[in-house]
């Protein structure tokens, strides 16, 4: 498996533009996640899905952020518009409960990071 | 605030040495991660210890979690440069359902060659 993919590895984006991210999680794992990670805040979670249906929405930021996940192998992330202290790195994780009814957090696998600037 | 947080937020040793960061979190877990990130990379899982366990090894890994404490330590023995990477813990919030994970802010280890 080629891991959890992510694109682009970077964008540099004018402030009020749009900007999209993707993700393809790891081929059967049913959880998603995306992050971001900045010097000032570390890591933060952002949204999760399960089995493509967003779960806990409670760390994006705002209304100009966005996420979808429209099928099983495919998620994006949109900030729209997009403004300076947006710039961070945004990682996309996928992972799988491997035990049924015993909600155990497990190994979460995480994408290379999307290096987000907006000028 | 961070339910985990590491300590020390950085550290510096020569290569061959063993080194040990620590993590304490604030609310009762099911378990507790960690992971490691190179510079530029996305973060890559170490280890998992479960709430009921008190010590687990990896390799040159080390990790111990005292509940009543509520913290943990990583120790890596012998020390490479190629350990050279920050490293978080990420601990399970929440209760029923599934348990969302949150990261420290993380140790930035270097290991001098």
């Known amino acids: 498996d080629a891991g959890v993919i992510q694109s682009p590895r970077h964008e540099v984006t004018e402030m009020g533009q749009e900007v999209t991210l993707r993700c393809k999680p790891i081929?059967?794992?049913?959880?998603l996640f995306w992050y971001r990670q900045t010097m000032m805040r570390g890591l933060e979670l952002l949204i999760y899905f399960n089995n493509n249906v967003p779960i806990d929405d409670s760390g994006m930021p705002e209304d100009r952020f966005s996420a979808k996940m429209p099928n099983a192998s495919f998620s994006t992330l949109k900030i729209q518009p997009s403004e300076p202290r947006d710039s961070a790195v945004y990682f996309c994780a996928s992972s799988s409960i491997r035990v049924p009814r015993v909600f155990v957090q497990e190994t979460q696998y995480f994408g290379p990071g999307t290096r987000l600037l907006v000028l | 605030s961070q339910q985990g947080e590491e300590d020390p937020q950085a550290l510096s040793i020569q290569e061959g040495e063993n080194a040990t960061m620590n993590c304490s979190y604030k609310t009762s877990i099911n378990n507790l991660q960690w992971y490691r990130q190179n510079s530029g990379r996305g973060l890559v899982h170490l280890i998992l210890i479960r709430s009921n366990e008190r010590e687990k090894h990896s390799g040159r890994l080390r990790v111990t979690l005292d509940t009543s404490k509520k913290s943990s330590s990583l120790l890596i023995t012998a020390s490479r440069a190629a350990d050279t990477a920050s490293y978080f813990c990420?601990?399970?919030?929440?209760?029923?359902?599934?348990?969302?994970?949150?990261f420290g802010i993380g140790t930035k280890l270097q290991v001098i060659p």
């Open positions: 990420a601990t399970d919030v929440g209760s029923g359902g599934y348990q969302k994970v949150t």
């Open positions: 081929s059967g794992h049913d959880y």
